[in-house]
């Protein structure tokens, strides 16, 4: 299993930043894809931006010029830079990992990995 830990959330003011890190940790051959999402109560679980390998990003349309994601390889970690934050961005933000690793038999197999989330909360 490999471990993401999420950090850098908490409270903010609207129209305000944060900067949310993801740290992968764990036996690991590779990270294929990389990203944040997000998840209200009440709601489903909602993309907000991916990161692949070669350093294509995707966003989700609500997060568009506000909100930008990378990547460090070496450190296998991401990170979620949020400005102009509103009310509306509350949620439990979590990290995920697509990733390539091999078993105990040797073999690579692939496998995705979650978070626990942090708290984003944006109010004032």
């Known amino acids: 299993q490999v471990q993401l830990v999420e950090s850098g959330g908490g409270l903010v003011q609207p129209g305000g930043s944060l900067r949310l890190s993801c740290a992968a940790s764990?036996?690991?051959?590779?990270?294929?894809?990389m990203g944040w999402y997000r998840q209200v109560p009440g709601t489903e679980r909602e993309l907000v931006a991916t990161?692949?390998?070669?350093?294509?990003?995707n966003y989700a349309d609500f997060v568009k010029g506000r909100f930008t994601i990378s990547r460090d390889i070496a450190k296998n970690t991401v990170y979620l830079q949020m400005n102009s934050l509103q009310p509306e961005d509350t949620a439990v933000y979590y990290c995920?990992?697509?990733?390539?690793?091999?078993?105990?038999?040797?073999?690579?197999?692939?496998?995705?990995?979650w978070g626990q989330g942090t708290q984003v909360t944006v109010s004032s």
């Open positions: 995920n990992a697509d990733y390539s690793r091999f078993n105990e038999f040797g073999v690579r197999r692939e496998g995705t990995s």
């Open positions: 990161i692949s390998s070669d350093g294509r990003t």
């Open positions: 764990g036996t690991i051959f590779s990270i294929n894809n």
